[in-house]
């Protein structure tokens, strides 16, 4: 029996699905720079080529573009998309609807089923790796925070689950989970358990030293010390995909953050605090130096900042902090870190108008 019409519809829908996986593709290589996922995703192209293949032999036996009615038909939204994210989200959608249309018509015209499974297998991959390129895009980066809170347990005043949500209720752009003294297990455990807290917020969640256990707990990075993992050992570690955060307290050990490629530093201490009490403070100056070195790479002043000496950091041209004791030892997280994040926006905005003033 002919099956022309259907013919068609595997040869229309394989391109379909070859575009929308090369466009993910594309996006993970160049954008996100993530060879592993763009290797993956290339695999599942191929895999589909296969089965529309195997389906047809010649594809172009089938192809009648001219005759196809669908050709002139389009919506405004296909004709502009808001972002990158909207380009992936379109794209995964194009390669799940083209998969399941292949499948659909594979049930037909292979009695034995192989190929249908094969294209099932593939769209079950393809919606892995979309959702990957997706979440990873649509991820905050380090470049538009405010102010990371570094969650320690023995800090906080109130249940850590309680603290949490109370500081991205003030508008924490990010956290960094900070618990030195858990044992591996229980310190994937938490940073699980925080990552069903402040993902769904849209929060990235970073682990302090520990890039075994971000990969292990499915976090957005990590953040290394002067005597941690060197950088580039825990790139190949957490991958292309994560944010990776170095702590500096002076210009040469910036500059050695910078050279290795961390997404973000954090710089101090600011000013004396209980958590590292035996760290020579750097206050406005290091600030200054680093604004002034390093005027495009994300910075978090970090150490003994709070509502009371706030105004120095931007002052000194901070435009964002990471806090500990101020936001988790507070009567009122949400409040501490909503002022913070407000000051510190306050001046960013000034300076951005200041800038584009004649």
Known sequence: MRHDGLERLVDANANRVREGLRTLEDLAR????????????????????????????????????????????????ELAR???????????????????????????????????????SARYAAYDLASVVTVALSRGRPSGWRVQVLLTESVCRRPWAEVLEAVIAGGADAIQVREKHLEPTALVDRVRAVIEI??????????????????????????????????EAARRVVGGLALIGGSAHDLDEARRNHEAGCDYCGMGRFAASTTKPDVVAGGPALVRAMSATFPEWPQLAIGGIGPDNIDQVVAAGGVAIAV????????????????????????????ADAEVSP
Not at 103 to 108: C, G
């Open 198 to 231: 402040a993902r769904p917020a849209g929060i990235p969640v970073v682990v302090n030293d520990r890039a075994d256990v971000a990969v292990a707990a499915a976090a957005d990075g990590v953040h290394l010390g002067q005597d941690d993992l060197p950088v």
């Open 30 to 77: 160049f954008v996100m720079d993530a060879p592993e996922t763009a290797r993956d995703l290339k695999g599942v192209r191929h895999e589909v080529t296969a089965a529309a293949d195997r389906l047809l032999g010649p594809t172009s036996m089938a192809r009648d573009t001219a005759g196809d009615v669908g050709t002139t038909n389009s919506t405004a939204g």
């Open 82 to 120: 808001p972002g990158l994210v909207a380009v992936a989200e379109a794209a995964g959608g194009r390669v799940a609807e083209g998969c399941r249309s292949l499948e659909e018509a594979a049930k037909v015209l292979d009695a034995g089923g192989r190929i249908a499974t094969a294209i099932q």
């Open 324 to 351: 500990c004791e101020a936001a988790c030892d507070a009567d009122d997280p949400a409040a501490v870190v909503a002022d913070l994040r407000n000051r510190l926006q306050q001046a960013s905005e000034s300076t």
